[in-house]
């Protein structure tokens, strides 16, 4: 006799689907996450939150912040998913064709100070990761006047001229003589990173010197200094971990960073993985440098003199009288990239309005350099800086006090 079916309720079954949906649902989800977290990573990477957010306004990524050129001033866009004035109702190709080729959905190009020459570097899945991690971020309806450039430079047009002599699209592509951490850092240093954009000079047109890779250049009032491993001017006495612990925490045994660059580390490469760090230190060391000889100023040179007269004083409380400085604190101007740069205003920049350091979670004290611009006059300003360029066998040209003057003129006319 067979036994009676046994009965599943309807609420037992309904339960077992619901849990099966469940399952998917939890799937599916994990698979967003994924993209929207290497997203997360590569926006990061790129510092957008940089350009993209007015500082204090606690409005992430919602634009609005005046971005430097030396052709004016462009205000950065809004990108965050708002349908009105932010990327909301952008589709994934509109967004891609912007970040990698520099087009907006309009058609009409983008001006290299969002730097899509180098975000091409980027392949269509990272762009479509960074999409998803900006669409999941709160919508802000900001509506922003980006072209803010001054007549001819406002006429977009003329981008298609300087894409044609300066823009090479494609993604990166390894190099197979290179390890895969070699790798790695060309990819995060030419792409995402974007570091020629700011430490690679300038034609007059406002693109790449491609002769002069990462050999310092101009950016909002700052000279940013050479990154190569030049030995003179560049990162040559610097080792690899010196570098990956300067963009981790703002700090290295030789110096601090200050400036734009603080604001690099404090929003993009403190957040990166020690390994990309890593990878990031080691590129650069295989980098060249190629600062040419120049001769040191004779330690009997009465600039030479004054200027160690002044360093004594002012200067070697901190520094300290062999220029060492402290690690993790005070700079090592005996080892400073910075200090002996070919332009030297970064230098008397510091020297005249004092600068606050980075604070990182791992390094937060940011300490600062006080301003000296009322107490040293331009003689003496000129002096201490000659003396410290050339006084640890790493010789500089010597700086001026036209060069201190036409420093002071420049800041009186800037805010930041």
Known sequence: MRKPMQKISIG????ALIAMAG???????????SQIEKGRYLATASDCVSCHTVPGSGKPFAGGRPIETPFGNITSANITPDNDTGIGAWTEAQFNNAVRNGIRPDGSRLYPAMPFTAYTKMSRKDVSAIRAYLMSIDAVHNRVKSNTLPFPFNIRAAMRIWDALYFTKGKFKPDPQKSAELNRGAFLVEGPGHCAA???PKS?????KS????QGSQLQGWVTPNITDDK????????A???ATYLRTGHNRITAATGPMAEEVENSSSKMTDGDLKAIAAYLKSVPGNSGDTQPIKADDPVMMAGQAIFHDQCSACHSIDGKGVAQLFPSLADSAMLRSRDPRSAIRLV???ARSASTDKEPTAPGMPSFGRQLNDDQVAAVLTYARNAWGRPAPAVTAADVSSARRQLRARTD
Do not use: P, V
């Not at 002769?211 to 990462?214: A, F, H, I, M, N």
């Open 12 to 15: 037992t079954a309904t339960a």
């Open 23 to 33: 399952m998917n649902i939890a799937f599916a989800g994990d698979q967003d996450f």
């Open 198 to 200: 700011c430490h690679t």
């Open 204 to 208: 007059f047109l406002g693109g790449d």
């Open 211 to 214: 002769s002069e890779y990462l």
């Open 232 to 239: 003179t001017s560049g990162l040559g006495t610097w080792s």
């Open 241 to 243: 971990d010196d570098i």
């Open 352 to 354: 005249l309005r004092g």
